[in-house]
Structures are given as C-alpha cells and as structure tokens.
C-alpha cells in the first residue's frame, strides 16, 4: 500500500492534474466526504488528508509513504528525514511582510532596532529580520493575522500572499517579499528503500507532468 498525505484546497486540487499523469484518480471529494483516509483507482493507494503544515510529519514518521507540501512549511519543519527530490512548481505564492498602511516600516527596521511581528512561520521571520539586524519580538499566530497590526497585537505580520486583495481590504501593505513559495514532494526515506519501484513511478510520472514555467 502506498500512502500520499495532501491537504485539502489549493494544493489538493492543483496536484490532482499530476496524480492523473501517474494513473491514480482520488474517487471522493474531500469537500464533499467526511472520510479522511480516500480510496483511489488503484487498489495499493490511498490518500490521507491531514492539515497542511502536518504533512512533513506523517511523511517523516511513516504515516504516509510520500506527501505535497509547501516549501514555507518545510522550512518550518526542518525537513529532517524527508527526501525532497521534485519541486512541483504548484500552489504558488510568496511570504512577504506587511504593516498597516499609515505604519513607517522604513524607520521600523532601522538597524539596531526593534519590531513586533506576528508570524506563523518564526522561523523564516526570525532568519529575515536577523540578515537585517532588526530585533524581533515573535507573536506566534495560527489564523487572522492581519488582525495583529490593526488591534496593536503586532507591528507587523509575515505571512503568506497569493494575490494581496485580503491585504488590501484590511488596510495593510506588502512592504518585503521574503520568499517565493511552491509546492514540494517529500517521501519517507525508509519507503523509498522498501517500495521504491511503485514510489519511484510515482516519482517520474510527477516529475514528467510538472507545469512548464510561465515567462
């Protein structure tokens, strides 16, 4: 049995195209099912929908032999255990700094300075801010942070951007891009000794179906 851990949303979707060029076809809608462990075409495998940022986990630990996940969540991870051999150039987007509109960030992050940021991913925050020599104090947040600079809670945030409108409507601005983020694919490094010719299919057929890069 080979087990692929996904996350519902943006990422399941645009990885269904891939899975379609490796012959595996997901039989239920993750909207629609209440089911969290999906059956495919193929009898030897299945898909574990778990939350985004736990994917690396079950891969790491075996609950999954092979999963998708965005690169800001393996960062965050660490990636320890985990064999990354594609980035499959889906579920694009980028992790930026934004303040409210009326906020001077250039003043902010003067070097020797200090900056409250919320941030999910204090990692890639922390990392930042320390190639500028701008002191941070990290408020670690899991949803609605662009709540933090309009409650006081934050100077800033660090946080994921697709299109900026979310930023728009809260009166916040993109001030720094970080990063660019894509998804990855990630296997468990036992799995690949001991399933490696159906993993290894796997593997191919994604890699072979990976979306040319737009100019």
Do not use: W
Request: positive net charge.
């Amino acid at each position: 049995m080979i087990t692929l851990a996904l996350s519902k949303g943006r990422i399941f979707d645009e990885t269904l195209p891939l899975l379609a060029a490796a012959g595996i076809e997901v039989l239920e809608d993750p909207e629609k099912s209440r089911k969290l462990i999906l059956p495919t075409n193929l009898p030897n495998v299945r898909v574990v929908l778990v939350r985004a940022t736990d994917v690396p986990t079950y891969v790491e630990y075996g609950g999954a032999d092979i999963g998708v996940t965005g690169k800001d969540t393996l960062i965050e991870h660490g990636g320890q255990g985990l064999y990354q051999p594609l980035d499959l150039k889906i579920a694009k987007c980028r992790v930026s700094v934004a303040v409210r509109n009326d906020f001077d960030y250039a003043q902010a992050v003067k070097k020797g300075s200090r900056l409250k940021v919320a941030t999910k991913y204090t990692s890639i925050a922390r990392d930042f801010f320390a190639t500028k020599g701008v002191h941070v104090d990290m408020v670690k947040l899991y949803g609605s942070m662009e709540l933090a600079p309009l409650t006081g809670l934050a100077d800033a945030i660090v946080d994921l951007v697709s299109t900026g409108n979310t930023l728009k409507a809260n009166l916040l601005v993109e001030v720094e891009r970080i990063m660019d983020i894509s998804s990855h694919l990630v296997v468990n490094q036992a799995a690949l000794k001991l399933k490696q010719a159906p993993l290894r299919r796997i593997i191919d057929a994604f890699a072979s179906a990976i979306p040319p890069e737009k100019n």
